[in-house]
């Protein structure tokens, strides 16, 4: 199940989530028990150490260095069109900050001897063994402790309470009390390592109560020197669990669920902690318990608790008994997030039967405009799963008011798989292409790819016969044959064969020269025969994949594009242009760090000083971001727009992150520069 001998990347989680498939992290795996039998599929990939869930079912996990993230859509939506790579909505980082506030010396941790790791007294600064993250679903503490979520830090002795917030489809977590932990310890040897709760409600904590934590394959010089002066190998085998409870707790007189009959346990389902409310429903499914579906059914249309109708919904799904027209008839429920599932569980029977997906698409492009953001993003990601003609419709009328938000943008690629060209062709008959927003060209190139992916010559052929030729260029040929052009500076890519020369492909009518034999080379047409010594060599890129161009053009497009624009030249009122700017063509090392930890106040690009109200006062800290995604930004635009910079590594990154441990703080200029002034080689 682990699939690897090292713990640090192994999978672990294991956690059964409210849509009956058990979930892992460090993993690409989900499981599932179907009438006795195990059944093993994909997923994505998402954290390192443990995994909860709150009550809609999202997913809750994180990185040793980035304490919380999430996932704001359901598992395997956005990663089922292979012609699109998403970048929001799956694990999402849910806070910026990574400060912890021990309140003893900390110095037995693996990287102790980096400067900014630990402070003056030897306390540690930032998370650097972030674990199971566990969003508290009970009653037990008091109320205001209900849908926070508590993360380990091992390294420093504590746990982190975070309060969630949700705004919409987005959801974002800050620390109640800056400056004083949940728990802490003064005991060194007090290692969190994994929470959870029980049927009593309480917090519970599991403590692995040891000097030394840290996998003998990763330990550091440092720490061994620390383990051995300081005897901190022994003891072993002290491991204890620890229960968290209100001043006022009372005990309470707990009945086994395993112990009573199906139809004592349906009432369980509505229950105000939710430990009863999962266990209810795995034991019912697990107990088969189909003779009680009549009462199950009952629950979920007539409960005055909106969380027992939703497992009451998905405890009917595990069992089988759902139906098609049970569901359509619960559409008409009070809440939102009910109604978002009962679309999701609609699409098993959509996708067997034309009826149901004929009257899916119907009701999907009645209720929309005026469906919550919550139900009306479900209503996106079940277009993939109904009639093309309304799944069409349906789109195209939501992207024209909602394309400004990413993970609708992302949403919506997620469900043309394979019919991104058809989509192109509705947008293109609507008012959606009169005026260039950076949202639309965003969106624009995103669909332009997924076109170009899927490798059909008709559609290509149909997409060039699109474009306008007359100069200058309209916005939408212009992102359009940017869309192109990135991915032809991936050297893997084949040419696709056409039956005719585009007129587009002419010197007077395409972007440049440089651009019009990228696109040469990606296409071939009768008397036009691409070799392969013709194939572009990006010389800048012949150091590292150059796939990795295309990624952080896709990852450049959601998370900088918005303010500094499409083509580089910076947004009014957002931000300057990176277009030559010295601070992307400059020290790699600090513009990783102005990425990871943001900067603010006035900046000078190209002898211009920018300030607010021209641009933002403050640009946002991106750390929750990997090293990887955070290189293929870095390398995407030192060597775009004309820009031209040797490419880095992830190591650049990630020596760097681990350098400015405990920054929390946007960097201004000033500062930085000298920052970087002063660790320079003298």
């Not at 956690?15 to 093993?40: C, E, M, Q, T």
């Not at 112990?259 to 009863?276: D, Q, R, V």
Request: net charge positive; with cysteine; proline share 5%.
């Amino acid at each position: 199940y682990a699939g690897s001998m090292l713990p640090e990347h192994s999978g672990n989680g294991l956690l059964r989530g409210l849509d009956n498939w058990y979930y892992n992290v460090k993993s690409k795996l989900k499981y599932s028990l179907n009438a006795g039998r195990w059944v093993k599929d994909t997923t994505e990939f998402r954290g390192q150490w443990g995994l909860s869930q709150d009550d809609e079912g999202r997913l809750y996990y994180n990185y040793n260095w980035s304490q919380l993230h999430a996932d704001l859509v359901p598992p395997n939506y956005l990663s089922r069109n292979k012609n699109h790579t998403a970048t929001t909505g799956i694990d999402q980082g849910l806070t910026l900050d990574r400060r912890v506030y021990p309140i003893r010396a900390n110095p037995a941790v693996n990287r102790g001897y980096i400067p900014g790791t630990l402070d003056g007294q030897g306390r540690l600064l930032e998370f650097t063994a972030a674990c199971s993250p566990f969003f508290y679903r009970s009653r037990t503490l008091p109320t205001q402790y209900y849908g926070n979520v508590f993360v380990c830090e091992p390294s420093g002795n504590l746990i982190k309470r975070n309060v969630t917030h949700e705004a919409g489809i987005s959801l974002t977590a800050t620390d109640p009390h800056p400056g004083k932990e949940f728990l802490a310890s003064t005991d060194e040897r007090f290692r969190p390592v994994h929470l959870t709760t029980g049927p009593d409600g309480a917090l519970y904590i599991v403590d692995m109560y040891r000097g030394l934590i840290q996998h003998g394959a990763y330990v550091t010089p440092y720490l061994r020197e620390q383990t051995i002066k300081r005897n901190l190998v022994l003891p072993v085998h002290r491991g204890r669990i620890w229960r968290v409870v209100s001043d006022d707790y009372q005990q309470l007189n707990l009945e086994k669920l395993s112990k009573i009959t199906a139809s004592e346990l349906i009432p369980y389902l509505a229950h105000s902690n939710g430990w009863y409310r999962d266990m209810a429903q795995k034991l019912l499914i697990e107990k088969n318990a189909k003779t009680s579906a009549p009462q199950i059914m009952e629950l979920a249309q007539h409960s005055k608790i909106p969380l027992g109708r939703l497992h009451a919904l998905w405890t009917l799904e595990g069992l089988g008994m759902l139906t098609a027209d049970f569901l359509f008839n619960q559409l008409m429920d009070s809440n939102a997030i009910i109604r978002a599932h009962i679309v999701r569980l609609l699409e098993p029977f959509a996708n067997k039967e034309n009826l149901v997906r004929a009257r899916l698409g119907l009701e999907l492009n009645k209720r929309w405009s005026h469906a919550e953001e919550k139900e009306l993003l479900q209503y996106i990601l079940t277009a993939g799963f109904i009639d093309k003609k309304s799944a069409l419709a349906l789109l195209s009328d939501i992207i024209l008011i909602r394309d400004t938000s990413a993970i609708m943008r992302d949403a919506v690629l997620s469900s043309l798989y394979g019919r991104e060209y058809d989509f192109l062709r509705t947008l293109w008959n609507t008012s959606w292409r009169e005026n260039a927003t950076p949202s639309k060209e965003i969106f624009l190139e995103m669909l332009t790819t997924a076109i170009l992916r899927h490798r059909n010559s008709n559609e290509l052929a149909g997409l060039f016969s699109l474009l306008p030729v007359d100069r200058p260029l309209h916005w939408v040929t212009k992102t359009i044959l940017n869309g192109i052009v990135i991915q032809g500076y991936d050297q893997k890519f084949k040419p696709i064969p056409l039956t005719a020369k585009p007129k587009i492909f002419q010197a007077d009518v395409a972007f440049d020269t440089t651009r019009l034999k990228i696109m040469n080379n990606m296409f071939e047409w009768p008397g036009h025969k691409v070799q392969k010594s013709d194939l572009v060599n990006n010389s800048l890129y012949a150091a590292t994949d150059q796939k990795q161009y295309a990624l952080g053009r896709q990852q450049y497009l959601s998370t900088c594009a918005g303010c500094h624009g499409t083509d580089g030249t910076g947004v009014p009122r957002y931000a300057p242009t990176l277009i030559g700017s010295e601070w992307v063509l400059g020290n790699e090392k600090r513009l990783a760090l102005l990425i990871l930890h943001g900067i603010e106040g006035p900046i000078e690009v190209n002898g211009k000083m920018y300030d607010a109200p021209e641009i933002l006062p403050v640009m946002p800290a991106h750390s929750p971001l990997d090293d990887s995604k955070i290189t293929a930004i870095i390398n995407y635009i030192r060597n775009e727009w004309g820009n031209a910079a040797a490419p880095i590594s992830n190591r650049i990154v990630g020596g760097t992150r681990h350098s400015t441990q405990g920054r929390v703080m946007p960097w201004t200029a000033i500062e930085l520069n000298k920052h970087i002034s002063d660790t320079l080689p003298k």
